[in-house]
């Protein structure tokens, strides 16, 4: 009976979408919503993330801040580090509320890219965007525990994809 449940409590944990874990400044976790995403927090709260989308397969990069945007905008941002830097394109993906403070996605394009240039380099990765003002905001995230916390999303994403697809039974959708 202990087994049992035991048993039941490590599947319960497995479900939960509360955990996650930490390498470094970076962390790999799952969403309320069952969405993989690994992501590090800067000193100013502004957020980095990648996560996985297990209805169409596919990842995104996103940067999250202060700085509202609407619609359809997009912005070019040059994105730097120790290894060099390149331009991306930014696009505007709406807003969400964390703790008291709003923020704007910004989804980058070219997520290929983004996973080379992050797991190959350490150190900082800058972000600069400019403003209608003819200023640039300058976003800067440690690299520190990327490549380990990008790596562990990878398997975690394989594991909950191949689960996802080995799903039977009936759904009402």
């Not at 309320?32 to 297990?54: F, H, Q, V, W």
């Not at 890219?113 to 003819?134: F, H, Y």
Request: glycine share 8%.
């Amino acid at each position: 009976m202990k087994t049992l449940i035991f048993a039941l409590f490590i599947l319960v944990s497995q479900q939960s979408h509360a955990q996650y874990k930490r390498f470094n400044d970076w962390q790999i976790g799952v969403t309320d919503e069952g969405i993989p995403y690994a992501s590090t927090i800067n000193r100013t709260g502004d957020m980095l993330m990648k996560k996985c989308d297990l209805k169409d397969m596919t990842c995104t990069w996103i940067k999250g801040v202060v700085i509202p945007c609407t619609g359809n905008d997009s912005a070019p941002a040059l994105f730097n580090s120790p290894s060099g830097a390149d331009m991306h394109k930014l696009y505007c993906m709406g807003s969400f509320q964390n703790e008291s403070r709003t923020y704007y996605r910004y989804g980058i394009g070219d997520p290929d890219a983004i996973d080379s240039l992050v797991k190959s380099t350490s150190g900082i990765l800058g972000i600069a965007v400019p403003l209608e003002s003819g200023q640039f905001n300058v976003t800067r995230f440690s690299l520190f525990g990327a490549k380990q916390a990008l790596d562990a999303l990878d398997e975690l994403f394989r594991v909950m994809a191949k689960k996802t697809l080995n799903q039977t039974g009936s759904q009402r959708m």
